[in-house]
């Protein structure tokens, strides 16, 4: 059974726990940092689609796709 995603919230409040981590107890758990730091990137990219809303809805009054009509 998969895990769903995690929200980047979510994974912004393990970032801050692993940073603790690797203050406290060293650099071993530093693997954890880097990969949830990527992670976060992943999570943070707007897709394609969601840069064209908000293009559309930066362009139109109602937003949408009569901004082309």
């Known amino acids: 059974m998969a ?3 995690p929200s980047a919230a979510e994974i912004r ?3 801050i726990y692993a940073a603790y981590l690797v203050e406290r107890y060293g650099e071993v758990y530093a693997p954890i940092l880097d990969r949830l730091e990527r992670e976060l990137a992943a999570a943070q990219k707007e897709t394609p689609r ?3 809303r908000r293009i559309l809805e930066a362009h139109t009054f ?3 796709l009569k901004a082309i009509r």
């Open 62 to 64: 109602e937003g949408g």
């Open 3 to 5: 895990l769903p995603n």
């Open 50 to 52: 969601d840069r064209a």
């Open 13 to 15: 409040e393990g970032l």
